[in-house]
């Protein structure tokens, strides 16, 4: 008796740990499927996470929150939420050195502080894939805009709806050599797209650079980006597309700003990138290219 009652009380508090760990390794495959994890932007999104908890556990059922108030899950919530978000914001950076050249990315910006890399094996000759990159706009890419919307939200700024920015038709080497789009042309060759942004881009600022001014740019709290597209020979018929983002941060003061900035955006730029290889992929395996 004494036993089956330990095993009543024991349950719910069993059931609601096993549905947390369930929850959070649902949460990281979800992260790790847009792109390698990285360890503040997890702390960032476990921080929300908690805090969102600690204002449902004050509606809930106090038998569902395990919780003896629901006044504490506000304050384990906040408490602990805000404390992941300041651990996240605050985890050390340090500068990455590129120790071998082997692309165009690499004799651009060699020293970095954040960055990303994807790549797709597309089942297709290297100038087919090449042409279906150049062929490509962020119209394929179904998260563009309503990441862009509620990027626009975060930084308290409206769409533009006048029809002046950049339409999304434009295709990525299109946007690349359009002012409009704060994006610029570094190097380009058969096998490799790079190009640019720099500025604040947690405030929206950009500038137009040459690949000549990008070389030395640096003024005091900004940052500068250097992103590539890359299609590599993988034999058998098939061909490796990269694309990898590299950000170096001129001070310390844009390198706090840009960690904060770059452990929320991490996942919807994966998620962008992942969708754009895929879109590429899918385009130059159409059966109509078939060699």
């Not at 992942?274 to 130059?284: D, G, H, I, P, S």
Request: proline fraction near 5%; aromatic fraction near 8%; include cysteine.
């Amino acid at each position: 008796m004494f036993y089956a009652s330990i095993v009543n009380m024991a349950r719910p508090q069993v059931l609601r740990l096993t549905a947390a760990v369930i929850l959070a390794a649902g949460g990281l495959l979800i992260m790790r499927s847009f792109g390698e994890l990285q360890l503040p932007t997890v702390l960032a999104y476990s921080g929300v996470v908690i805090f969102l908890w600690g204002l449902v556990a004050t509606i809930l059922p106090r038998r569902w929150s395990g919780l003896p108030r629901r006044v504490h899950g506000v304050l384990i919530g906040t408490v602990l939420g805000f404390a992941l978000c300041f651990v996240a914001f605050g985890w050390p950076v340090r500068s990455i050195t590129t120790t071998a050249q082997t692309s165009r990315l690499d004799a651009i910006m060699p020293v970095y502080h954040f960055h990303e890399r994807h790549e797709a094996m597309v089942h297709a000759s290297q100038e087919r894939v090449r042409e279906a990159l150049n062929q490509m706009s962020f119209a394929d890419v179904g998260a563009m805009q309503a990441l862009g919307r509620i990027r626009a939200a975060a930084l308290r700024q409206r769409m533009n709806r006048s029809g002046k920015g950049v339409p999304p038709t434009l295709t990525v080497v299109q946007m690349i050599h359009d002012p409009r789009s704060g994006f610029f042309p570094l190097d380009e060759s058969p096998s490799e797209l790079v190009f640019g942004l720099a500025g604040k881009p947690w405030d929206n600022v950009g500038v137009r650079l040459t690949p000549e001014q990008f070389a030395t740019w640096s003024p005091s709290g900004t940052v500068k980006i250097a992103a590539n597209f890359r299609v590599d020979d993988a034999g058998g018929g098939n061909t490796r597309i990269v694309t990898e983002t590299r950000v170096l941060a001129s001070d310390k003061a844009a390198t706090y700003k840009m960690a904060k900035y770059w452990a929320l955006i991490y996942p919807g730029s994966g998620m962008i990138r992942r969708e754009l290889l895929n879109a590429v992929q899918a385009r130059a395996e159409r059966p109509e290219y078939a060699r």
